[in-house]
């Protein structure tokens, strides 16, 4: 499968956002990550619909839009009417007749929806939902914070998961040149990094070098 490299915005120079994004669109970035946090879900709170709308205007990549929120179908619509092009949930956060409910209206809209699971939750919990779902995005860091250490075990998970499931596998956290083999070799193929992107000296290099 083709790999496709998603910088996260967590990691970027929050002044200069704009200059940011157009710097990773130049290197071949495939998505742009735009990480949620409500301080709820996570202990950290980031950005809201407003960003994502400003940030729209910045580039052509689609936003990869990751939802570390409790109660996300409170906000999905106002997520999409911002400009973004794929929407993620916590599987720890919506109920499965949810997470139907919600494939069957981004659907409609030309939305390509996920599912993303904690490195504490099993890829059993997620089973049920798969066939409604257009890619799975395995935690390999606990969310919260850019910066954090790759968690072993996603691996196995991912391995388990691509058994059973043909579409696009997203891996997030802790992503670097080393890892990034691992994940590539355990069947992922949406690599999201946030720290190892924005904090390389040659972005070209480091996106290469993921992909
Ligand atoms: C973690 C976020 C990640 C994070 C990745 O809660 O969901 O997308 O920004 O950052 P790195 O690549 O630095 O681990
Ligand atoms: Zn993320």
């Known amino acids: 499968m083709k790999?496709?490299?998603?910088?996260?915005?967590?990691?970027?120079?929050?002044?200069?956002?704009?200059a940011e994004l157009k710097k990773v669109e130049a290197a071949g970035a495939d998505l742009i990550h735009v990480d949620v946090m409500d301080g709820h879900f996570v202990p950290n709170i980031t950005i809201g619909p407003v960003v994502v709308k400003y940030i729209r205007k910045c580039t052509k990549l689609p936003l990869d839009v990751h939802l570390m929120i409790e109660n996300p179908a409170k906000y999905i619509g106002a997520f999409v009417n911002a400009g973004s092009d794929m929407i993620t949930v916590h599987i720890e956060t919506v109920s499965a007749a949810n997470i139907k409910?919600?494939?069957?209206?981004?659907?409609?809209?030309?939305?390509?929806?996920?599912?993303?699971?904690?490195?504490?939750?099993?890829?059993?919990?997620?089973?049920?939902?798969?066939?409604?779902?257009?890619?799975?995005?395995?935690?390999?860091?606990?969310?919260?914070?850019g910066g954090q250490a790759f968690i072993i075990g996603a691996i196995t998970k991912i391995r388990q998961l691509r058994a059973i499931f043909k579409k696009d596998i997203a891996v997030d956290g802790g992503i670097n040149d080393v890892t990034?083999?691992?994940?590539?070799?355990?069947?992922?193929?949406?690599?999201?990094?946030?720290?190892?992107?924005?904090?390389?000296?040659?972005t070209k290099k480091a996106i290469n070098s993921l992909r």
Do not use: H, W
């Open 3 to 18: 790999i496709k490299i998603a910088p996260s915005i967590l990691s970027a120079d929050f002044s200069n956002l704009c």
């Open 180 to 202: 990034a083999k691992l994940v590539k070799e355990a069947g992922a193929n949406v690599l999201a990094a946030g720290s190892y992107i924005f904090g390389a000296k040659n």
């Open 101 to 145: 409910a919600q494939s069957v209206k981004l659907k409609a809209r030309g939305i390509k929806f996920g599912v993303s699971l904690n490195p504490s939750t099993p890829i059993s919990k997620i089973k049920p939902v798969l066939k409604y779902i257009d890619f799975v995005l395995v935690m390999s860091v606990n969310p919260g914070f």
